[in-house]
């Protein structure tokens, strides 16, 4: 696994600079993901007020699930103590508790567990660990949102190529995503490919919802419930 710690001063540029190509940046993906989570939420009548970032680095995501989500509390995990330190100087104002994994005993107290890009970091043989612990940290029916990059778009594998703390990535399909979540005791609430437009081709970008079936979304989110 790639160590964070070696990256996480540089981390804010390295990722922009992947992103550059497509005209954005770590912000807008950050924002978009939870907008879209936020989406997905409100169709399904769900409101988590206790939430986790899996894999929160230096906390770009956390005033989002904030601001779109509504959420009262956020807990940031990471394994990078010097990424949790950056996040903590970054979010002092807000309601937030950042912990390393190793530190945190899952409580069954969280109602939606959000994690972005992480799994791809994670050795194959170890994921079924880690979705045992994010099962753990949820409550009965409690939400998993996992996002990850979607190695069938040619601009994802062209990103990833160009950032250098994922040179070790193991990426995995929705499907495989889908077929590890049911086996660690997850039900699969929906599959969704997202931001398939370059900021060139933007004005395109309000069709996107109704092609967020189709793989062809630099990301996915593959949302589910957890069924203790």
């Known amino acids: 696994m790639t160590d964070f710690?070696?990256?996480?001063?540089?981390?804010?540029?390295?990722?922009?600079?992947?992103?550059?190509?497509?005209?954005?940046?770590?912000?807008?993906?950050?924002?978009?993901?939870?907008?879209?989570l936020a989406g997905c939420l409100k169709k399904l009548g769900f409101t988590p007020k206790r939430v986790i970032d899996y894999g929160c680095g230096t906390g770009t995501t956390v005033p989002y699930l904030r601001e779109l989500l509504g959420a009262d509390f956020v807990i940031g995990l990471d394994i990078s103590p010097r990424s949790l330190e950056i996040a903590r100087v970054a979010h002092q104002s807000l309601p937030v508790e950042y912990k390393l994994t190793g530190e945190y005993v899952p409580d069954g107290s969280a109602d939606l567990v959000y994690c972005n890009g992480v799994f791809h970091h994670i050795q194959p043989n170890e994921r079924a660990e880690v979705l045992g612990y994010i099962a753990r940290c949820l409550r009965p029916d409690g939400i998993f949102a996992l996002w990850e990059n979607n190695p069938w778009n040619p601009g994802t594998r062209f990103v990833m190529s160009r950032i250098p703390f994922d040179k070790d990535a193991v990426t995995l399909s929705a499907r495989l995503a889908k077929a590890l979540v049911r086996r660690a005791g997850f039900s699969v609430i929906k599959t969704d490919y997202c931001f398939i437009f370059p900021r060139i081709l933007r004005v395109l970008r309000s069709v996107e919802p109704w092609l967020s079936g189709f793989p062809i979304g630099a990301q996915y989110q593959v949302l589910c419930k957890n069924n203790p």
């Open 5 to 36: 710690d070696s990256y996480a001063d540089e981390y804010v540029a390295a990722l922009d600079r992947g992103l550059a190509i497509s005209g954005e940046n770590r912000v807008f993906f950050a924002r978009g993901r939870v907008l879209w």
